[in-house]
């Protein structure tokens, strides 16, 4: 062996293990030393100094560092305690307990992600949306692409035997709610409620189970027929059974054994962020997509007096459009030539909504809605020019029925407490304030800002 071998500098590595092991004696002094025995407290705290003056000298050989890296592993050995030598997974679990608490901070105060489960602020948001297959249904691997980029879930029926095709009605409906349990729940092991449709093919039952939020009645009208409710379906009913065990019989076609009558995804809702700090700072804006608990609207509208058309009965996250701010009165006004220019007012009587008296702005829904209504007005049918349905007048906003949104000092307002009034931007097809009033200012958590998944064109900032 050489002089120059022996007397080798350290080199990076050696220095960074040492490095470590300095950080852990520290550690272990700073916590322990008033529990140590004066002994042990003195080694450590001697074997500690001199692995950081070995450190500290740049020309250190690599068996003098080591030597003094030993000095103190012997220390740490009598003395580390749980703090040395700890195995890996308790390191893991102290990493992904200090991430969880970090982002919980972050949910808490500044962002939280929500998933959008229903339509009623489409065509801004999408809810959960089918996409029906006609022809061959997709193999594994295009399901797969499908789930990572879309978040699609695919379902399929399967016929087991030969014959016509019908939907079996549950006491009268079209599904019934049941629990899924493992692998169907919520992240494949929380129980949730699903619905589920029960076929009949040749004398026996096939049925599909789909998330409790998507309406599965609208994909059976467009695919069969092309018909706009399972209410224009011929229902037959067994003489042998009750009305609970009628029929919709869904299509003329024969199906044989191993067809495939039925194939779709279920694509994920609009995943996005709300800003949570914002409305800490600033009042909320008319024509701001927020998010709402819905725990204490009722509760709250009871004291108001409002004359709710139903109730939520629910504690969940709404996300709907700002129509109201405290103190705004608000009029729906349906033109007097939409009752007499044929136009189809099955899913309500389309409406301008006003606001103190002006055309709400402040969001191009707005402008859509609106400009959809102007059409019904002036033309005849129901064709649409966009997405947008325009607005309905129903409930609290039935047509020129004048609705003040409370102010907290507004001398009829027993709670003392500002409201809101929410819509959503798919009129024809949303729950909102019209029916149950009023959101109170302390359930509003904030406002959508940013789409991040799936990967489609309303990837991006929230409009």
């Not at 980029?149 to 399929?156: D, E, N, P, Q, V």
């Not at 109201?324 to 007499?340: A, C, H, N, W, Y």
Request: aromatic share 10%.
């Amino acid at each position: 062996m050489t002089v120059s071998n022996q007397v080798r500098k350290a080199n990076r590595r050696e220095r960074k293990g040492a490095k470590e092991l300095l950080r852990i004696g520290l550690k272990v002094w700073f916590y322990r030393n008033d529990r140590l025995p004066p002994i042990e407290e003195r080694a450590l705290q001697i074997a500690n100094h001199g692995l950081r003056d070995a450190l500290k000298a740049k020309d250190i050989s690599s068996q003098e560092l080591e030597k003094k890296a030993r000095i103190l592993d012997e220390a740490l050995r009598k003395s580390g305690g749980s703090y040395y030598h700890k195995k890996n997974w308790v390191e893991n679990v102290e990493m992904f307990l200090v991430a969880a608490i970090v982002i919980l901070g972050i949910r808490s105060f500044f962002v939280q992600p929500f998933i959008i489960p229903t339509n009623s602020m489409f065509p801004s948001f999408y809810g959960m949306t089918p996409h029906i297959y006609e022809e061959e249904p997709p193999n594994l691997l295009e399901r797969g692409a499908d789930k990572l980029l879309l978040g699609a879930s695919h379902y399929r029926m399967e016929a087991e035997s030969s014959g016509t095709l019908y939907l079996v009605l549950q006491n009268g409906s079209s599904h019934r709610y049941v629990q899924a349990n493992f692998p169907n729940g919520r992240f494949f092991i929380i129980p949730t409620m699903v619905r589920e449709y029960v076929f009949e093919i040749g004398g026996k039952e096939h049925s599909i189970k789909v998330p409790a939020e998507f309406d599965m009645d609208e994909l059976l009208s467009k695919k069969f027929a092309g018909i706009e409710s399972l209410r224009d379906l011929p229902m037959i009913i067994p003489q042998d059974e009750s009305l609970s065990r009628g029929r919709l019989k869904l299509t003329e076609k024969k199906f044989s054994k191993g067809d495939i009558p039925l194939a779709f995804d279920v694509l994920l809702g609009d995943a996005l962020f709300v800003d949570r700090m914002s409305y800490n700072f600033i009042t909320p804006k008319v024509g701001d997509p927020i998010v709402f608990r819905t725990e204490s609207i009722d509760r709250f509208n009871y004291e108001l007096g409002t004359k709710s058309f139903s109730q939520i009965g629910e504690d969940k996250y709404y996300i709907k459009r700002l129509v109201g701010e405290p103190g705004d009165q608000l009029e729906m006004r349906v033109p007097k030539s939409i009752f007499t220019n044929g136009t189809d007012v099955r899913k309500g009587v389309p409406g301008i909504l006003y606001r103190n008296d002006k055309n709400i702005d402040g969001s191009s829904a707005f402008d859509e809605n609106r400009r959809q209504t102007e059409y019904f007005a002036e033309s005849a049918g129901d064709q649409l020019l966009a997405d947008y349905p325009g607005y309905r007048a129903e409930g609290l906003l039935a047509n020129r029925s004048i609705l003040k949104v409370p102010h907290k000092n507004d001398p009829d307002n027993p709670t003392g407490i500002n409201g809101y009034l929410a819509m959503g931007d798919n009129s024809t097809d949303s729950l909102d304030g019209r029916a149950w009033g009023f959101v109170p200012e302390h359930e509003l958590v904030g406002r959508a800002l940013f789409v991040y998944y799936p990967f489609t064109k309303r990837w991006g900032p929230s409009k």
